[in-house]
């Protein structure tokens, strides 16, 4: 993962979003806690994703770890 996005702002509710799917929560999970759909949670994950040049949203969490946001 040489490649890594540098340095991106990310709001603070996507922030909490990848700190619970850190935590384990599932994206119904995560909606439910947040007062979200299960389908905008998808959403905004995939944009997420999309926003740092990764694949899956466990590789937005390790990024977001790696840059001490969560």
Do not use: K, N, Y
């Amino acid at each position: 993962m040489g490649d890594e996005p540098e340095a991106i702002e990310l709001p603070r509710s996507d922030l909490l979003l990848l700190r619970l799917l850190a935590e384990g929560l599932s994206p119904d999970e995560v909606a439910c806690r947040m007062g979200l759909s299960g389908r905008t949670v998808r959403r905004r994950v995939r944009g997420i994703c999309d926003r740092l040049g990764v694949a899956t949203p466990i590789q937005a969490v390790v990024w977001a770890v790696r840059q001490e946001m969560i």
